[in-house]
């Protein structure tokens, strides 16, 4: 079972190795790494590029999770059924870590909100999604800061996770649970590992607030 969960990895990986927000700027002429924050993500697409190149950002990086789990569950519905779910949460890992450190733009890439949005709508909770996104767009919509935003969705998808867990939402127990435990806390580290200079600004006050680039 070891195999199948860097199998579960390596195609996360390789899902996550599409960049939308840079190939959707080369397209344009524009090459989102020497734009604002030089992030390939969706808010440097949407600060730099406008509200269609981040809503698109968005939902390719977004997709792109969703993409690998699916063709995990695909490969192991039949065989290792038991712990879908577990190795769900391994390609959904391994899509954020495709989309931070892509090799081929020497491993800068995003800081993986958008891609974790794809882990939370695989979780095929729909009380998970929604409370997750009313977090994200309550906490934008009362600080102006995405990076606030982000954070604090990370923390309630992972606090969502438990108590689904515990209740036996995902359909495994023991081990197997606090596996998932473990890679939705994972999540959570990786995704302040990526915001820290965010919130070094937020400490300072010179963190930027939510804009919109052009059209």
């Known amino acids: 079972m070891i195999i199948a969960r860097i199998i579960a990895v390596a195609i996360g990986y ?4 599409f960049e939308t927000g840079y190939f ?12 604002g924050s030089g992030n390939a993500g ?3 697409a949407l600060r730099t590029m406008g509200k269609k190149a981040g809503l698109i950002t968005l939902l390719g990086d977004c997709l792109k999770c969703v993409f690998a789990v699916l063709v995990v569950r ?19 890992i ?15 890439g995003g800081k993986g909100i958008a891609v974790t949005a794809g882990i939370i709508i695989t979780s095929w909770n729909i009380w998970i999604m929604l409370i997750c996104l009313a977090v994200f767009v309550g906490m934008v919509a009362g600080t102006k800061y995405v990076s606030v935003g ?28 606090y ?5 939705a806390a994972l999540v959570v580290i990786s995704a302040f590992f990526k915001h820290r ?8 006050g010179t963190e930027n607030k939510l804009s919109f680039g052009g059209k």
């Open 179 to 183: 596996e998932i435990y473990i890679l």
């Open 42 to 44: 969706t808010t440097n």
């Open 94 to 108: 391994g899509a954020v870590l495709g989309h931070n450190y892509p090799f081929y733009m020497k491993f800068k």
């Open 24 to 35: 959707y700027g080369k397209k344009k002429g524009v090459d989102i790494r020497t734009k």
């Open 150 to 177: 982000s954070l604090a969705v990370v923390i309630t998808y992972f606090l969502c996770v438990v108590v689904y867990g515990q209740m036996g939402g995902f359909g495994v127990q023991g081990s197997y649970l």
């Open 14 to 17: 390789a899902c996550g190795l």
């Open 74 to 92: 695909l490969i192991y519905g039949g065989s290792h059924g038991d712990i879908l779910p577990v190795l769900s949460m391994y390609a959904g």
């Open 197 to 204: 200079s965010n919130i070094q600004r937020l400490r300072e």
